[in-house]
């Protein structure tokens, strides 16, 4: 089977510090990873790079065989760390605006996620809390039939009860060929529709693993082993 995420000796350097120092990693479809690492470990960094945001300085990094960029785009829905959103628009106007410049953007289930999460279509983005213009954030991104999902820190400030339904959201809501990378520092939520974990550490892979393999030979979960292996 064709990876859907490729990187073979990845570098990234900015002008003050090298974020990534030789990354190998290869990413099968049909998988939702965890990208974690402690903070200033790259992850966000590596997910620019898979988005085609950001250049490599070295090595080479592959979405389904192409270099990030005019080919990648319609294949990865990017979700970035921060609210991008015009505040100005509606959940309802920024649902249209995806649907206008996506073609695999799927409006009804856009707009049936933002009922069961309780969201106003018709409320102005500036008047929602943090938390709310995540789920709408969220939900634009997974109604896309991407093959290639990236997920920066996708439910910071979402409520712990919201959470759970995000998840499953998350889970269920995509198709079954596609790979979702999810980077967070919430491990113990989200651990529970992990199938993989990467663990990044100064810019490099420390550890590639499925979430069974760590439980059955480090006999813990995903967060606890993370605590072991980053403790200050
Ligand atoms: N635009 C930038 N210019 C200069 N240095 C940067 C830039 N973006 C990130 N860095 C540096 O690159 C390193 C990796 O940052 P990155 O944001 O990828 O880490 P991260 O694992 O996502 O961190 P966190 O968990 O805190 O979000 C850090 O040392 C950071 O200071």
Redesign the pocket.
């Known amino acids: 089977m064709e990876p859907i995420l490729e990187c073979r000796q990845l570098f990234k350097d900015?002008?003050?510090?090298r974020?990534l120092a030789g990354v190998d990693l290869t990413l099968y479809r049909g998988r939702i990873v965890g990208l974690l690492?402690?903070?200033?470990?790259?992850?966000?960094?590596?997910i620019?790079l898979a988005a085609g945001l950001l250049a490599p300085t070295a090595g080479q990094i592959l979405v389904a065989g192409h270099v990030p960029g005019p080919e990648t785009k319609s294949l990865v829905s990017y979700l970035p760390?921060r609210t991008y959103l015009p505040d100005w628009m509606t959940a309802r106007q920024v649902i249209c605006f995806f649907a206008d410049f996506y073609a695999d953007f799927d409006s009804a289930a856009a707009f049936d996620m933002l009922q069961r999460l309780g969201v106003r279509p018709d409320a102005k983005l500036k008047t929602l809390s943090k938390g709310t213009k995540e789920k709408v954030q969220l939900i634009l991104v997974m109604s896309r039939r991407a093959q290639l999902y990236l997920l920066?820190?996708p439910i910071g400030g979402v409520d712990p009860a919201a959470r759970d339904y995000i998840l499953s959201t998350i889970l269920t809501n995509y198709s079954p060929d596609a790979t979702v990378l999810i980077?967070t520092?919430l491990i113990g939520d989200i651990e529970k529709i992990l199938d993989q974990v990467v663990f990044?550490r100064g810019?490099q892979v420390d550890l590639c693993a499925t979430v069974d393999e760590i439980r059955a030979e480090r006999g813990c979960s995903v967060d606890a082993f993370f605590r072991e292996v980053f403790k200050c």
């Open positions: 900015y002008t003050s510090c974020a690492g402690p903070n200033s470990s790259g992850k966000t960094t590596l620019k760390e920066d820190e980077s520092h990044l810019g």
